[in-house]
């Protein structure tokens, strides 16, 4: 008398083992790879957000943003006074619709004062990445001025930014004499200080749409540079915040609060910094492959890794005749 077999047998276990092992091999890269793309996307759409806010702030005054925004003095006196201002997100936050967050912002005192912790520390969601992972969620440390005597007392923590103004490149010669020389710049849309030798601020220009000769939709005005206050380079962490050596250009940790006004010099493109080679003075996302930016026209790309390097400057730089093309993407 012969049995019915039940159940399955340990080869045809094996067998569908190795089939769903197969499955999730091929499934998964591909709903990671959907993750990312939706994330991209994400971020485009708030860089663009970002550069239609730009673009009223413009038309309302006839100018774009200053890089120093406040009433407590008239532009920077020195180059440290540059660190304590209002940045040029306070200055499009009623544009972006985000009228409460400006209205806890104090413009007659410096961003860097008590007072404006209410405001300064509160999240902004469309200056934030959602593909970053930076471990250090906001800038710990946040510095009063006490009038240039340092170093200043800790007054406080700053909400992060994973967005900046690209204000123009610097190139390696000539050899600076001092950080008030500014002969190896050459400026974007922004505005831009001018200094004395000793680093006191001379005056400052008002960056107009009618400035840049090389076309809106050729000039570069705002592009990622995500991870900070902690230092990445080439998507892997160097140093997390605050356990971290000096990167190679400025203040870094300053950087990353999007209330906080910035130097010039900690904020330029470095001319043979490759794309997201590092957050410390260049464009970086941790996007695979490329960065986002917007441009002067509202349009936002994604910029490949691959671009070559004078595309990049030509397409920063606001007057230079050095019109760049990318690729269609």
């Not at 994400?42 to 702030?57: D, F, P, T």
């Not at 936050?93 to 912002?105: R, T």
């Not at 008590?114 to 509160?122: D, E, L, M, S, V």
């Amino acid at each position: 008398m012969t049995s019915n077999r039940n159940g399955i047998t340990l080869i045809e276990t094996v067998v569908v083992i190795a089939i769903i092992s197969l499955l999730a091999a091929i499934l998964i890269p591909a709903v990671q790879s959907a993750r990312e793309a939706s994330r991209r996307l994400e971020c485009q759409n708030k860089l663009r957000q970002i550069g239609m806010a730009l673009q009223n702030h413009e038309s309302a005054f006839r100018k774009l943003p200053s890089l120093y925004n406040g009433t407590f003095l008239k532009q920077p006196r020195h180059l440290l006074d540059e660190n304590h201002f209002h940045s040029w997100r306070t200055a499009i936050l009623p544009q972006l619709e985000l009228n409460a967050v400006y209205q806890k912002i104090n413009l007659g005192l410096r961003a860097t004062d008590i007072a404006n912790q209410n405001g300064i520390t509160t999240e902004v969601s469309v200056f934030l990445c959602p593909s970053t992972s930076s471990q250090t969620k906001t800038l710990p440390d946040v510095y009063d001025f006490k009038e240039g005597n340092l170093p200043g007392s800790r007054i406080g923590y700053a909400a992060r930014s994973d967005y900046e103004a690209l204000i123009g490149v610097h190139f390696p010669t000539p050899a600076m004499t001092s950080s008030a020389d500014l002969r190896g710049i050459k400026f974007g849309a922004w505005g831009e200080p001018r200094y004395d030798l000793d680093g006191f601020s001379l005056s400052y220009r008002t960056a107009r749409v009618s400035d840049v000769t090389d076309g809106l939709s050729n000039t570069l005005l705002v592009g990622e540079r995500a991870g900070r206050p902690d230092w990445y380079r080439r998507g892997k962490p160097v140093f997390i915040y605050p356990n971290m050596s000096d990167p190679p250009f400025g203040n870094h940790a300053q950087q990353a609060a999007w209330g906080i006004s910035t130097n010039i010099w900690e904020i330029l493109y470095r001319s043979y910094r490759r794309l997201n080679d590092t957050n410390s003075d260049g464009i970086f996302s941790f996007h695979p492959s490329g960065a986002n930016v917007a441009f002067g026209d509202g349009s936002v790309r994604f910029i490949s890794e691959s671009t070559d390097q004078e595309i990049v400057i030509a397409l920063i730089t606001r007057a230079e005749g050095d019109v760049g093309a990318l690729d269609s993407n």
